[in-house]
């Protein structure tokens, strides 16, 4: 049974001081203020486009690739475990009221904004794991029992108590963090960069709600009174506040003049400024700029390589802290040591690793001529069923070919050499 359908054992965990709050107490004291004076919280910090692009591309993208439980042969290959328990949990619904996608997208969003994503394992009567239920990562936090030596983990339930649970309850896939259990939160690392970004959309935004085109001081040569500079400030403000009176004809009377003081978007830098927030923020995620709409960079020959790094470099790290992760939890120690088997969590990543349909023909055709791949092989990789019968199975192997220990002997019938020491 799932706590998220009833609160069991209201255990208090510890609570966050004010060195070090929670992510919960931050919010509440309105979030981290940056150097520009932007105030910034994990929901504020989303607001930013280059932000939640970010953290989507990740969260989307590991959601999209099929995760199958497997289990090892003892030739050494590997076949899907269809029947395991687990398999249906991950692979098709995490629980009675999520899909595996929509779980794994919410989870890596987690962990994009907070730097950690808790789910509750559900068990049933049997001790089977049957649904895993995301945990709010501002409301939930490790902790380690100074009597037991055991981690524990805290969590304040919607409905307001705080419930402990025991670590072989809770899946824990953790960001970069040095104490090798908790992830350090991307937020309060890039304060700064994501301040700059929301300052330079709120200033735009600002600077268009004001009028672009005049900001100034209106010079009277006479002493107007306050009535007389409130009717002018009224007045001019009628006439030229706002996008939809921008570039209006200024006629002044009485002697009035415009001294024009304010800075123009492109004196300020104001443009490079918003482009160089959103490639700082891409860095900082490790997405490719080309990837959330920043194209500057970017051209036809090269976005296929930045590409294929995305999925080396960025994903195959979060797909392995993911692996591994569940292996741990999610895998009974008995599943993990069998003796002519064991189990284990697998993402396909073929889907992403896919060239044009020029190189990954070429690829093909040597990886099929060279031997280390048969027709169902490739089949598979491209999403067909497999070929019934040898046509399908067998690996081809070129006859001219042998190993390089073998010495080189005369040929009788035409002086040249034949290997494996025969004719």
Known sequence: MSILGGVWGANRGPTSGVAKPSEWLNNLL????????????????????????????????????????FQSQSSGGKQ?????????????????????????????????????????????????????????PDKTWPYRNPETKE???????????????????????AGFGFDGIRGYNPIDLACQSIG??????????????????????LEH??????????????????????LNKSHRLMILEEGLKYNQIGIPPQ?????ETRKFAVTDIARFWHVPPHMIADLDKSTNNNIEHQSLEFVMHTMLPWLTRWEQAMDMKL?????????????????????????????????????????????????????MNPIDGVAGTEYWMPVNMTSAD??????????????????
């Open 30 to 69: 309105g979030g981290r203020t940056s150097a520009t004076g932007i105030n910034v919280t994990e929901m504020k910090a989303l607001q930013h486009t280059a932000v939640y692009a970010c953290v989507h591309i990740l969260a989307q993208t590991l959601a999209t690739l099929p995760l199958n439980v």
């Open 80 to 136: 899907k475990a269809v029947n395991h328990q687990l398999y249906p949990v991950l692979h098709k619904a995490a629980n009675s009221e999520m899909s595996s996608f929509a779980w794994r997208e919410t989870i890596q969003g987690h962990v994009g904004l907070w730097g950690n994503g808790y789910s509750e394992i559900e068990f049933n009567n049997a001790g089977q794991i049957i649904g895993l239920w995301p945990l709010r």
């Open 331 to 383: 895998i009974f120690a008995r599943e993990k040591a069998g003796v002519n088997s064991s189990y284990f969590t697998k993402f396909m990543i073929n889907g992403l690793m896919r060239g044009d349909s020029k190189s990954r023909s070429e690829f093909y055709h040597n990886a099929r001529l060279d031997g280390w791949m048969n027709a169902n092989d490739i089949r598979e990789l491209e999403d």
């Open 406 to 423: 073998q010495p080189i002997v005369p040929n009788g019938s035409n002086g040249r050499t034949l290997t494996g020491g025969g004719e």
């Open 151 to 173: 981690l524990e983990y805290y969590t304040t339930l919607p409905s307001g108590p705080t419930v402990k649970l025991p670590k072989n309850r809770v899946l824990h896939i």
């Open 196 to 217: 700059i970004g929301l300052a330079a959309e709120e200033y735009g935004a600002r600077f268009f709600g004001n009028g672009a085109t005049v900001s100034g001081v």
């Open 267 to 271: 004196t300020a830098q104001y443009l």
């Open 221 to 242: 040569p006479g002493d107007l009174g306050e009535d007389g500079r409130k009717n002018l400030r009224q007045s001019f403000e009628e006439m030229h506040s706002g």
